[in-house]
Structure formats: C-alpha cells, structure tokens
C-alpha cells in the first residue's frame, strides 16, 4: 500500500492525547479504556472516535458561502447502514428496510460542505484500513464527489430499498429482511422458563447498581403512561450498553420491555443521554431554540430522513436529556469488507452513499433556516467547490494519521 499522505512524519504534532481527554472529562471513566483500545486500532476508526478534532480543526470561513443545510455533522462511512422506517405502503404487509445515515447525534444546522469533507475523509482513510491503494482511495472519493454532486443538481429526492438498488447494498438489505426478532432477541437475551432477561458481559451490556437500573425503569415508565399502550414498554431488564466509538462514556443504557408479549415478542430500546453537539463551538450559523439536546437529534433525523423510525422520543432524565429509540432486528451497518475484492462493486457502495447524503441535504431543505431546493440545485450545477472539498479531504486525512501515530504513542502503556 502506498499512500503519500500515510507516509509523513509527526513533525508539529499537536498534544492530541491531552485534548481528547480534555473532551472526554465528564465521560465515565469505567468504559473510556474501550474507547481508546477501539481508536488504536487503525487511522479510520481513531477519526470515527474524534469528530471534535475535526472541526476543532476546520478553518472557520472555508466553507463559508456554501448553502446551509441539516447535515449529520459526524458524516463518515461506518455512520451509513439500514433501518425499519415508520411507513406501510398499502401494498406491503412489512414495514420497509431503509438504507440511509443512522446517526445524528451530531446534526446542526451548517454548510452541506462540512458533511462531504468529513465524508471525503473518511473514505481515504478507510480505504487505507483496507489495505487499498491511494490511487483507488482517490477514486472512491472522486466517485462521491460526482454522485453527490449529480444528486443535488436533479433536486429530486429518493429512498433507498431494496427494489431501487443493486449489487452490496440490494443483498444487505435481502439477507437483513429475513432476520427474525426471536433470533435477534436470543442473540442479546437469555430465557429462563418463559422469561427472557439481558445477556450481560464486561464489555457491550454491563450491569448497574440496584438504584439506578430502579431510577431508569421509574422514568421509562412515567413516559409509557402517555402512551396509547403503556403495557408495551414494561420494562422487563435494564442494562449499561457500550456501543459506537465516539459516543463511548456517554450514559447510555439497552432495555428490555414486553413489547408485544413473552418471549419473543419482547422488544429492546436504546435510552441514550445526548450531550451538546461537538459541532456547537465552532457554530456561528444561529441554530434553533431546541427544548434539549434530545431534541435537537431527533428533529434533525426526522428532517433529513424520509422515513424516520417509528419509535423516537426525548426523555428528561438525570438533568440531562436521552433519546429512546427501538433496537430493531432489521437495523445494521454494512461491512465496507464486503466489497473490498470487487472495485465495481465498492464503487457502487460509495456513490449510493453519496446519493443518500444528498437525498438528506435535499429532504431537509427550507425547514428551520435551511437553504431552499433551488439552491442546492445550483450548487449541484457549480464544479468551483469540489475541487477545494477534495483538496482539504487529503491534507486533513494526513493530519489524521500523524494525529493517530501521536495518539498511539501517547497511549502505548493505557
């Protein structure tokens, strides 16, 4: 593997060890161990764990002039994956599986050129994880530049299922429409006579101190009584979840509820607290008066997605806020080893991608301040911006992987 950029020295290397802890203060320390072993394991999952870096990093006026949308605003590859969507169309018994962006704990309201660059990155680097040379990195990456591009100047929006789409992403969505929930349910539950109850380990499900697995169930179940069916979200298990890279330390909790009846109809819930957005610093675009930061994610999903989840809602709770959302036997994250033997098929990866991030930018358009189709239409005609886009994707993937090699040092002993 050759990439140039790969291949500087740390030469001017920030003290990037004293900065992520500097982030990470009011993270629990338990599980911060995790979060660093999982970020020293190569260059691309390192930039996954320190979205605050990157625009900590990103000049102030670059993007300045570009059109305003709802963007991700932690755009990378592993942040793309698929979804059962709040929709039945009247000739389907099944609700439909979505490919699309599945976080957002990031959105905010900001130039659609800090989504690509980040996005841009990413795709550098992960194609170095890969083992993929740097002239196949820099095609992947022109590749979205063109199809995002192309998207944006129709002004047309679409979803992505699996009868619109083809090759990685069509089989991904097949093999996931034949998950069953009873499977899924015994792969994270264990039964005990008709009971299921969580399977808990030292790493993804940790278990919790009496009063406050009974503090998570109290404030569940004061939501669930202004439900239609308050029954559904008896809680059965609670459980500390360990999940993602970046999000690692923040309070977050898998939980248990009868759903639709024992056993296997048991549903299971994500319950996360969502902190200010590490975009928030370096913001000078007014954003909305957001209720809380709960608030802000879930509204920016349901701006961008075209068909959200059905089950979404922002819970105060330890004078914080958390999003509570289904874990779904449906939703999952494509393996970008898939098509690693088969540039044909990466290629097509990567520009459904593409497509999907300008689907986003677009649905989201004239709401809360962001810039209307028209002017995204026009941006998307414009060829001046892509060029200073990819320019700034390569000389930042070189910050990162000095900023990793510093990192690793840094943290050799931890």
Not at 145 to 169: C, D, P
């Amino acid at each position: 593997m050759d990439n140039s950029w790969a291949n500087r020295d740390d030469e001017g290397a920030r003290d990037i060890w004293q900065l992520i802890q500097a982030f990470d203060l009011q993270r629990d320390r338990n599980v911060l161990p995790q979060k660093y072993r999982k970020m020293r394991k190569n260059a691309f999952t390192f930039f996954r764990g320190t979205c605050h870096l990157f625009y900590r990093d990103l000049p102030s006026s670059i993007f300045d002039s570009d059109p305003i949308v709802w963007i991700c605003g932690d755009l990378h590859l592993e942040n793309f994956g698929a979804y059962q969507g709040d929709y039945y169309p009247q000739e389907s018994l099944h609700q439909e599986i979505y490919f699309g962006i599945n976080d957002f704990d990031e959105g905010v309201l900001a130039p659609c050129t800090w989504d690509i660059a980040r996005l841009l990155t990413s795709i550098l680097l992960a194609a170095a994880s890969l083992d993929l040379d740097e002239s196949a990195g820099q095609r992947l990456a022109q590749v979205c530049l063109t199809s995002y591009a192309n998207s944006l100047s129709t002004g047309e929006i679409s979803s992505i299922v699996q009868a619109n789409t083809s090759g990685v992403i069509a089989d991904f969505l097949q093999d996931l429409r034949h998950r069953q929930r009873s499977e899924f349910l015994d792969d994270r539950t264990e039964l005990i006579k008709d009971r299921r109850q969580l399977k808990f380990d030292d790493e993804k499900v940790l278990k919790m101190k009496i009063e406050q697995r009974d503090r998570v169930i109290s404030v569940i179940d004061r939501w669930a009584q202004t439900q239609v069916n308050p029954d559904f979200f008896e809680v059965l298990d609670v459980g500390f979840r360990v999940a993602g890279t970046g999000s690692i330390g923040v309070d977050r909790y898998i939980i248990l509820v009868a759903g639709k009846g024992s056993p296997n109809g048991n549903y299971l819930l994500d319950f996360k607290q969502q902190p200010i957005s590490a975009l928030q610093p370096y913001l000078t675009i007014e954003q909305p008066q957001w209720i809380n930061q709960a608030s802000r994610v879930m509204t920016v999903q349901q701006l961008v997605q075209s068909a959200p989840p059905a089950l979404l809602a922002a819970i105060e709770f330890n004078d914080s806020s958390y999003l509570l959302r289904e874990l779904q036997p449906t939703q999952d994250k494509i393996n970008l080893k898939t098509g690693k033997s088969n540039p044909a098929q990466l290629d097509e990866l990567i520009d459904t991608i593409a497509k999907v991030t300008a689907f986003a930018h677009l649905h989201g358009n004239g709401k809360l301040g962001a810039a209307t189709a028209q002017d995204l239409i026009k941006f998307g005609n414009n060829l001046d911006w892509q060029q200073k886009v990819l320019t700034y994707a390569n000389n930042y993937a070189g910050q990162v992987y000095r900023d990793y090699q510093y990192f690793c040092k840094a943290t050799v002993d931890s």
